[in-house]
Nanobody, 124 residues
């Protein structure tokens, strides 16, 4: 059983930055794919970024490449998402998730464990 607690969302102007965190119980980084998804009103949940494996391989959706960075702190069992150059279209509820190492990291149905979500609002 894995418990995930998201934090760090807020209201920011376009071009600004936020850092999301996800505190996880258990040994998550060596055992699971750890990811961030987001969901805007009226839209499906969307993959944002993932990190997995001992090498810390990372994956990003195209729209955030070069702006967002996913990382993990094994000692603190905490996942981060550093978001820079934020745009109004980044506005959504952001969720961290833990899923199997061998799964498609972009597919939300592969993930068994989810945080409660944290709201990110980017004003223009």
């Amino acid at each position: 059983q894995v418990q995930l607690i998201d934090a760090g969302g807020g209201l920011v102007q376009a071009g600004g930055s936020l850092r999301l965190s996800c505190a996880a119980s258990g040994r998550t980084f060596s055992t699971y794919t750890m990811s961030w998804f987001r969901q805007a009103p009226g839209k499906d949940r969307e993959f944002v970024a993932a990190i997995r494996g001992s090498a810390g391989d990372t994956y990003y959706t195209n729209s955030v490449k070069g702006r967002f960075t996913i990382s993990g702190d094994n000692a603190k069992n905490t996942l981060y998402l550093q978001m820079n150059s934020l745009k109004p279209e980044d506005t959504a509820v952001y969720y961290c998730a833990a899923g199997p190492l061998g799964s498609d990291p972009t597919e939300p149905t592969e993930y068994a464990y989810w945080g409660q979500g944290t709201q990110v609002t980017v004003s223009s």
